[in-house]
């Protein structure tokens, strides 16, 4: 069937298609570049679970995706799946279900709806963690990075920091708590943060890079400072 719906979008020039399976749901993913010359970078992922009589077809999509998001994808894909469930049953929240749900609003730009299903995810992880690594980090960036943007630096750090006590050596907790302190004008802060971060960003996420903070919006407060334009150049 994938193959088929692939031979449908041949005249969009899709590229990096690639099938895959998670569980036993069958994935399908291709990213469409310049749709009739339109920059989408538009990344398309399927995915196909069967159950007795039940189908279903799964459709996320992303425009100008980068590989950051693709741990949003993964979350979604595998929290999904059919289930019984008996007259008058109600399906109990996971971490997994709150982390997707807030993932849907995060990758539509709309933060603080985010904050509420990603925070429920944390409290529940933080009393019984079920989470792979993977997405466990995913779960913490985002809901740190959407209480920064909302502008709740306090709930941001305290975000982070949990981060940090649990997981000391992933580098994008303390980068992101770089941009919470520069986002304070705390030169000094943001400095020590953004220093470790690059210490360790050989334990990065396969798949990620890590952020050039030149082009981040987060420090080009400082970029006329010496000491914190000498850091940058020697990152």
Not at 7 to 36: R, W, Y
Not at 205 to 228: A, H, L, T
Request: hydrophobic share 35%; with cysteine; net charge negative.
């Amino acid at each position: 069937m994938f193959r088929e719906r692939n031979k449908g979008n041949a005249k969009l020039n899709p590229v990096d298609i690639k099938d895959s399976q998670i569980g036993e749901m069958a994935i399908s993913e291709f990213t469409f570049e310049e749709p009739e010359g339109i920059p989408l970078h538009q990344k398309n992922v399927f995915g196909c679970l069967a159950k007795e009589d039940v189908y279903a077809d799964i459709h996320l999509s992303k425009v100008q995706y980068t590989p950051k998001d693709q741990p949003l994808f993964t979350s979604i894909l595998q929290a999904v799946h059919l289930t019984d469930q008996t007259a008058g049953g109600v399906s109990q929240a996971t971490s997994t279900s709150y982390l997707m749900e807030g993932s849907k609003y995060f990758l539509n730009n709309q933060f603080d709806k985010a904050i509420g299903p990603y925070q429920k995810a944390l409290d529940l992880e933080k009393n019984d963690r079920k989470l792979e690594s993977k997405l466990w980090r995913t779960l913490i960036d985002n809901l740190g990075m959407a209480y920064g943007i909302t502008g709740d630096l306090k709930s941001a750090e305290d975000v982070f920091q949990y981060g940090i006590s649990k997981d000391p050596t992933y580098p994008i907790f303390y980068y992101n708590m770089a941009c919470t302190y520069a986002e304070r004008n705390d030169l000094d802060n943001t400095v020590k943060y953004l220093k470790t971060a690059f210490e360790y960003k050989q334990n990065i996420i396969p798949g990620e890079q890590m952020p050039d903070p030149s082009k981040d919006d987060s420090f080009q407060r400082f970029m006329q400072n010496e000491k914190f334009r000498k850091l940058i150049e020697s990152l």
